[in-house]
């Protein structure tokens, strides 16, 4: 993404629900399976002593169900703690499953600290005879890890002091080097704004990523960057970028300040 300087210079607590046929559910009625309902925890909290809970989900009957299963990831997408994690009607204490044939299908999720405190999304999935594939349902439910939360810090910032702007145009990366003590996964948004040179500002947030995307070279590294874009037509002289970071429980940073000269 370019932007152009000039527009925007726990023993575990759970709190359950068992939810009726609702939002959550994202087609009742398909061709070969209907959904009764869906349990799980609307918050969950991580304990060293049991840091699991089971998720289950209800047929009216399973008689063309050859699969089912869930995956369980950040709302945001960021974070993916597991894309099949299988199903079973058994009454097998090891996937959380009460009794067996009752069409409730049921698997046991562990979580731990590592993972990062968010709101997360469990979606189901059936498989029938006929190996066709559907989502069934959505369920969201909050993650606190327990851990003490620290605000994330800007530890550098990288990009050029002075720009020699050409015709039509030039480019430049903006890079912020961020950590977490509660880890990277912690790291819920990187951005700047600028302040132009009369000092004059819109406010807008503009955002960077570390997803290996839009000008940032390797994802993951802790180096959140963009490509910024100026053009004769920008006024000349130094803008003022202000750079802040927030993590998942919206604790921001200290701001912190980096100036760039057009000529």
Same mark, same amino acid.
């Given at each position: 993404?370019?932007?152009?300087? $000039? ?10 629900? $068992? ?9 009742? &009625? ?5 959904? &009764?309902?869906? +349990? ?11 840091? /699991? ?17 869930? +995956? ?11 894309? /099949? ?9 090891? +996937? ?21 405190? +968010? ?27 327990? &851990? ?53 500002? /819109? ?27 100026? @053009? ?5 002289? @130094? ?6 970071? &927030? ?17």
């Amino acid at each position: 993404m370019i932007k152009n300087i $000039c527009a925007v210079l726990f023993s575990i607590v759970l709190l359950f629900s $068992c939810d009726k046929i609702g939002d959550e559910i994202v087609e009742p &009625q398909v061709s070969f399976v209907k959904v &009764q309902n869906i +349990s799980a925890p609307n918050f969950v909290v991580y304990s060293p002593s049991d840091s /699991s809970f089971v998720a289950a989900i209800t047929f009216t009957n399973s008689e063309f169900i050859k699969d089912v299963w869930l +995956s369980l990831s950040t709302t945001d997408g960021l974070v993916t703690i597991t894309k /099949s994690l299988k199903m079973f009607d058994d009454g097998s204490a090891a +996937s959380g499953d009460q009794t067996a044939g009752d069409n409730k299908y049921s698997a046991k999720i562990i979580l731990s600290k590592s993972n990062p405190f +968010s709101d997360y999304n469990i979606e189901f999935y059936v498989k029938n005879l006929n190996n066709n594939i559907q989502k069934v349902a959505v369920h969201k439910f909050l993650y606190d890890n327990g &851990q003490f939360n620290a605000a994330p810090i800007i530890e550098n910032v990288f990009a050029p002091d002075t720009i020699v702007v050409e015709s039509p145009k030039s480019i430049f990366r903006v890079i912020a080097e961020v950590s977490d003590s509660n880890g990277a996964q912690d790291i819920s948004s990187v951005w700047f704004t600028s302040t132009r040179p009369d000092g004059s500002s /819109s406010g807008a947030k503009i955002f960077l990523n570390d997803l290996g995307l839009d000008g940032d070279e390797t994802a993951g590294d802790g180096k959140y960057s963009i490509v910024v874009e100026v @053009t004769p037509a920008n006024t000349k002289g @130094t803008y003022r970028f202000d750079f802040q970071a &927030q993590d998942r429980r919206q604790t921001l940073s200290e701001i912190i300040s980096y100036f760039i000269t057009l000529e």
